[in-house]
């Protein structure tokens, strides 16, 4: 019991866990973030395919197990009519205002770099 007596009590309220809001924006910059990647990706010609972990049930024996699959990964840009590249992004399902009046992020190709 020595071990118990030597140990200083204190009293301390614990923090809480991050606000609603920043847990919205970690989760809005992770998904920006994977939009960088497959641009870069597209860039070089290479591939990008992010995973995730999923619960899978075993039909015979009914054991769940947890399993990688590849994350279905859309671009958030297309191309538009006059040769530039238009971006729009999400924040859940409201449309942030880039600028006054504008939803919708157009740029040149030819002079974008991705990263």
Same mark, same amino acid.
């Given at each position: 019991?020595?071990?118990?007596?030597?140990?200083?009590?204190?009293?301390?309220?614990?923090?809480?866990?991050?606000?609603?809001?920043?847990?919205?924006?970690?989760?809005?910059?992770?998904?920006?973030?994977?939009?960088?990647?497959?641009?870069?990706?597209?860039?070089? *010609? #290479?591939?990008?395919?992010? =995973?995730?972990?999923?619960? %899978?049930?075993?039909?015979?024996? +009914?054991?769940?197990?947890?399993?990688?699959?590849?994350?279905?990964?859309?671009?958030?840009?297309?191309?538009?009519? *006059? #040769?530039?590249?238009?971006? =729009?992004?999400?924040?859940? %399902?409201?449309?942030?205002?880039? +600028?006054?009046?504008?939803?919708?992020?157009?740029?040149?190709?030819?002079?974008?770099?991705?990263?």
């Amino acid at each position: 019991m020595s071990g118990l007596s030597a140990l200083k009590l204190v009293q301390a309220k614990r923090q809480g866990g991050n606000s609603p809001q920043h847990a919205r924006r970690q989760k809005l910059s992770n998904k920006l973030h994977e939009q960088i990647q497959l641009a870069k990706a597209q860039q070089s *010609g #290479g591939e990008f395919a992010p =995973t995730k972990v999923r619960t %899978v049930r075993d039909e015979v024996t +009914g054991e769940s197990r947890k399993v990688e699959v590849p994350k279905k990964l859309k671009p958030w840009w297309w191309p538009s009519d *006059g #040769g530039k590249l238009c971006i =729009t992004v999400r924040y859940g %399902v409201v449309f942030p205002q880039f +600028g006054r009046h504008f939803f919708i992020a157009q740029f040149d190709v030819s002079q974008t770099q991705v990263g």
